[in-house]
């Protein structure tokens, strides 16, 4: 499997989770990652990218200031750092690689 994700959990509103995703079998440092999200009922959608070399990120208005995405090319990882969370944030997570490849996603529940 070339993208395994971790870190997902039960969460209380207003408190931070970290989710990891470690790439295999493509040159991990060479694409964009980005991670996703489907709520339930809901379709997948866009909430973080992150280029190649970290020069560049992008988010979804709806996460802009809470969320963090990084890399470490050494270590094939990415991550997204979760801040400030609220309901509207449960959903599954997926990472997500430009060569068209998809975890397996990790449920994070925002709930108190």
């Known amino acids: 499997v070339p993208l395994v994700e971790s870190g997902g959990g039960l969460v209380q509103p207003g408190g931070s989770l970290r989710l990891s995703c470690v790439a295999s079998?493509?040159?991990?440092?060479?694409?964009?990652m980005s991670w996703y999200r489907q709520p339930p009922g809901k379709g997948r959608e866009l909430v973080a990218r992150?280029?190649?070399?970290?020069?560049?990120?992008n988010y979804a208005d709806s996460v802009k200031g809470r969320f963090i995405i990084g890399r470490d090319n050494a270590k094939n990882m990415v991550y997204l750092q979760m801040n400030s969370l609220n309901s509207e944030d449960t959903a599954v997570y997926y990472c997500?690689?430009?060569?068209?490849?998809w975890g397996k996603g990790t449920l994070v529940t925002v709930s108190s």
């Open positions: 997500h690689t430009e060569l068209g490849y």
């Open positions: 079998g493509f040159t991990f440092s060479r694409y964009t």
């Open positions: 992150i280029s190649s070399t970290s020069s560049s990120t």
